[in-house]
């Protein structure tokens, strides 16, 4: 509830008293952590040994480092820390302010791929499991299907390039080849796009036909559709760790034998 909304039920001066509520009665003034809130905030009772580090914007594109409480799931008191930027010696610097016999109680920390996570981690949280994030690991397999989509893309208007100009100097007009479904080779890696990222099921039927043209062009393609495919199936499916970790492990067999270095 606003203090506008206030003002519609009370019938008072909403803005006034969003005001006063801020100087004198939230106790804003005397806030032990304001002299730094810009910067940085601690909230070392709230420190639990499940804990994730991540980064995210908050406004006008400025990132902030977030730690919380992987146990209390957002809810009230899940916030450990946040810090202005993603620096490591800054967060590092921070976390360090928490006494370190809670710091070295904590069990997990959930992250993602970066350096400078994992520093903050190794540091501050010395004694903690490094957790990948399911989500980033399924973006980077993600991205790497669209990045070997991209690579025919390109060999593809090169291809139609240097067609077009075999047709020039041959005084002959260009028409290039179409697939049943009407799709010219560029058209049909750039249309393929968003059903690569789809499962097989939610497909429609143009998109199966395009996903049939597309994987009888480019096995690569498909073979690196199928491992994203399995490592989605793999998260979806409530695996305990036992169960999950080999058959992480033989996807990323696959993945190598196949060449195709998703994982």
């Not at 957790?131 to 790497?144: E, G, M, P, S, Y």
């Not at 049939?212 to 499916?237: N, Q, V, W």
Request: glycine share 4%; charged share 30%; proline share 3%.
């Amino acid at each position: 509830m606003t203090c506008h909304t206030l003002e519609e039920f009370y019938h008072i001066d909403g803005h006034t008293f969003e005001k006063q509520y801020k100087e004198t009665l939230s106790g804003f003034r005397q806030w032990e952590q304001l002299e730094h809130a810009d910067k940085w905030l601690l909230f070392p009772e709230n420190i639990g040994p499940c804990l994730a580090i991540d980064e995210s914007s908050l406004s006008n594109g400025e990132l902030y480092t977030f730690v919380t409480n992987r146990e209390v799931r957002t809810r009230e008191q899940s916030l450990v820390a946040v810090v202005a930027g993603t620096k490591a010696e800054d967060v590092i610097a921070v976390l360090q302010r928490i006494d370190e016999e809670h710091r070295n109680a904590v069990e997990e920390v959930t992250l993602d791929l970066s350096d400078s996570m994992r520093k903050i981690v190794r540091t501050a949280f010395p004694k903690a499991s490094r957790v990948i994030d399911r989500f980033h690991i399924q973006k980077l397999t993600c991205d790497a299907v669209q990045e070997l989509r991209i690579k025919h893309r390109w060999n593809a208007m090169q291809q139609a390039n240097d067609e077009m100009e075999e047709a020039r100097q041959n005084g002959k007009e260009y028409i290039p080849y179409r697939y049943l479904n009407g799709d010219t080779r560029k058209e049909l890696l750039i249309r393929s796009r968003y059903l690569l990222f789809k499962s097989a099921d939610k497909w429609t039927d143009r998109q199966k036909q395009r996903a049939a043209i597309l994987f009888e062009e480019y096995p690569d393609i498909k073979t690196a559709y199928g491992l994203c495919h399995s490592l989605r199936m793999i998260f979806a499916k409530k695996h305990n760790q036992r169960c999950r970790t080999p058959v992480h492990g033989t996807l990323v067999q696959q993945s190598r034998r196949s060449g195709i270095p998703l994982l």
